[in-house]
């Protein structure tokens, strides 16, 4: 668990993408080699990459970054999230930052977990009591998600008792919506195949649309997101008769 100056430094490196040992020595009020000390454990945690100097958040797309940004919120859904999966359960995890935390999280459980992203599996690589399953597919670098036919085919042969979903946006209008084409199309496919479907992201995401439509509320069966969603969009899910899961 962060303490709350490192919590703070992510939420600055959130907003600035780039920081200096000194900003943030002089913005926290503590010394450079304190600062330093929390870049150094942050960095071993993959939530930032180290530079000369200072810290940097990378590519958007990059999981290891994208766990730092609020990253307290995203631990608070995986954690109650975790909580409704039962120890003998076959879970799929698809993608997305939340997600990530939330493997961490299962992997203390009696669980077995499918997944389409790298990042995730890698995360247990020194864990050999975990199960994990990582589907094949044409992988993405950035993301290292897996994507394509063979990820379709491979999702045609397994079952599962949960899947979990992660989101780039969602309006009222637009639905839940990723950026990238190719993993939209796995999410669908996952949704359609799945009895119990849960969304997973933080707050920030509602009221953003993004290039393409995954699904609608009418099509899952849990929304996980922090206690900073807004009113109208509790009560649109609640209307579709979404379970929401605040935390």
């Not at 797309?61 to 909580?83: E, M, P, Q, Y």
């Not at 990820?151 to 309006?171: E, M, Q, S």
Request: net charge neutral.
């Amino acid at each position: 668990m962060l303490n709350e100056r490192q919590s703070k430094i992510l939420n600055l490196l959130s907003r600035d993408e780039l920081t200096s040992v000194n900003d943030l020595s002089s913005q926290l009020n503590v010394s450079s080699v304190t600062i330093r000390q929390d870049l150094t454990f942050l960095e071993g945690e993959g939530l930032l990459r180290r530079i000369h100097g200072g810290a940097v958040l990378r590519d958007a797309d990059d999981l290891s970054i994208r766990l730092g940004v609020n990253f307290d919120k995203k631990l608070r859904i995986a954690k109650k999230v975790a909580g409704l999966v039962k120890d003998g359960e076959t879970v799929l995890i698809e993608s997305g930052s939340t997600n990530a935390l939330l493997a961490r999280e299962l992997i203390k459980k009696n669980v077995t977990i499918i997944t389409t992203n790298v990042y995730i599996a890698r995360q247990f690589r020194t864990n050999e009591q975990a199960s994990i399953i990582l589907l094949g597919g044409n992988y993405q670098q950035k993301s290292e998600s897996l994507v394509g036919k063979i990820t379709k085919v491979c999702l045609d042969h397994i079952n599962f008792d949960k899947a979990f979903i992660g989101i780039d946006g969602y309006t009222s209008k637009a639905g839940f919506t990723l950026r990238d084409l190719f993993r939209a199309e796995i999410s669908s496919y996952i949704i359609k195949k799945s009895c119990d479907v849960f969304i997973v992201s933080d707050s920030t995401k509602f009221g953003k649309t993004e290039l393409t439509n995954i699904c609608y509320p009418a099509e899952i069966g849990h929304v996980a997101t922090d206690e900073d969603l807004s009113l109208e969009f509790r009560d649109e899910f609640r209307s579709a008769g979404v379970n929401l899961i605040l935390a």
